[in-house]
């Protein structure tokens, strides 16, 4: 499967932005799905995953309450909607598909190029 990540940009402290990520190839409801970001000079951090379904997800505490993920099995797409964003979540957003349903970067076997989300104070 092949993705691609959009959305970012650049957005003031207590704004919001909607990330997609879009699939290719038929086999995409098959994956859980999961988010990951990476600030400069750190290493890529969990974010949230998905079920395949979508009947089931979480994220990390650092974003719980302001970062809802959802997916469109019919669209091939995923959503991360970033509400109350904090200068903290500055970083390149990426997603990426596996087999598990998990929060480590190594279980994931298929990931997108990356969008930019910048946050001003």
């Known amino acids: 499967v092949q993705l691609q990540a959009s959305g970012g940009g650049l957005v003031q402290a207590g704004g919001s932005l909607r990330l997609s990520c879009a699939a290719s190839?038929?086999?995409?409801?098959?994956?859980?799905m999961g988010w990951f970001r990476q600030a400069p000079g750190k290493e890529r951090e969990f974010v949230g995953v998905i079920s395949r379904s979508g009947d089931s997800a979480y994220t990390a505490d650092s974003v719980k309450g302001r970062f809802t993920i959802s997916r469109d099995n019919a669209m091939n797409t995923m959503y991360l909607q970033m509400d109350s964003l904090k200068p903290e979540d500055t970083a390149v957003y990426y997603c990426?598909?596996?087999?598990?349903?998990?929060?480590?970067?190594?279980?994931?076997?298929?990931w997108g190029q990356g969008t930019q989300v910048t946050v001003s104070s």
């Open positions: 990426a598909a596996s087999w598990l349903y998990s929060s480590r970067t190594g279980d994931y076997r298929y």
């Open positions: 190839g038929r086999t995409y409801s098959s994956y859980v």
